[in-house]
């Protein structure tokens, strides 16, 4: 079976500092993978997402950047966070050969970012 | 207009009560819907999934589309304290190749009192 892995669970950072979340799939190949960030009160916030190692797509301009070194890795980085980078973040991945299936998305458990 | 709106709530009912949660959407494209659950601190986990219109239903859990009004349903029947989460609906297009987007509400608090 297919599972998702996310770290750190928490994280708590001061301004100015550098982030790297990682993100790592197991049991599945070549999945589509997401970045989103959920603030209280706006819902979910797709980030990033890849279709393959080192295809990256950015879906809002901002502080972040994200890489895909391997098929089954996704990484969050940022070089200098802002208090406003405070937020949780969650990984998700499809099944990207199944036709009916690409559109059901799988989260990780979440980073909680607290920026001070 | 957003492309989907879901009231977010909170809304508390005592336990075995019946649930009707609720999301419309403007993209008539969208043939993909979806209900989420999500736990306090936890990431969302697939609750429902429906292609195209229509009902399905699972345990005490349906999940109703109706295309022609664009409007989605999520009904919790004799609901428990374990079923106090926020829910997300979330929707997409078919696509034709790239990466399948959602869309997502933004989630209705839940509580079921005991």
């Known amino acids: 079976s297919q599972t998702i892995h996310q770290w750190p669970a928490t994280l708590v950072q001061p301004v100015g500092s550098p982030l790297s979340l990682e993100c790592t799939v197991e049991g599945t190949s070549n999945p589509n993978l997401y970045w989103y960030r959920q603030a209280a009160g706006r819902g979910l916030q797709l980030l990033f997402y890849?279709?393959?190692?080192?295809?990256i797509s950015s879906e809002v301009p901002q502080n972040l950047s994200a890489s895909r070194p391997q098929d089954r890795q996704f990484i969050l980085s940022s070089k200098k966070l802002l208090l406003s980078d405070s937020g949780f973040y969650l990984c998700a991945w499809t099944n990207s050969r199944v036709y009916l299936a690409k559109n059901i998305q799988y989260f990780g458990a979440g980073t909680r970012l607290s920026v001070l | 207009q957003k492309e989907v709106e879901q009231d977010p709530g909170p809304l508390s009912v005592p336990e075995g009560a019946i649930v009707s949660l609720n999301c419309t959407y403007s993209?008539?494209?969208?043939?993909?819907f979806m209900w989420y659950r999500q736990y306090s601190r936890k990431g969302p986990e697939l609750l429902m999934y429906?292609?195209?219109?229509g009902n399905k239903e699972d345990g005490r859990f349906t999940a109703q589309v109706d295309k022609s009004s664009k409007y989605i349903s999520l009904f919790i029947r004799d609901s428990q304290p374990s079923d106090s989460a926020t829910y997300l609906c979330?929707?997409?297009?078919?696509?034709?190749?790239?990466?399948?987007?959602?869309?997502f509400g933004k989630g209705m608090k839940l509580t079921v009192n005991p």
């Open positions: 979330a929707m997409s297009e078919v696509s034709q190749g790239g990466s399948e987007k959602l869309v």
């Open positions: 429906t292609y195209s219109s």
């Open positions: 993209n008539s494209a969208f043939q993909y």
């Open positions: 890849s279709v393959g190692i080192g295809q």
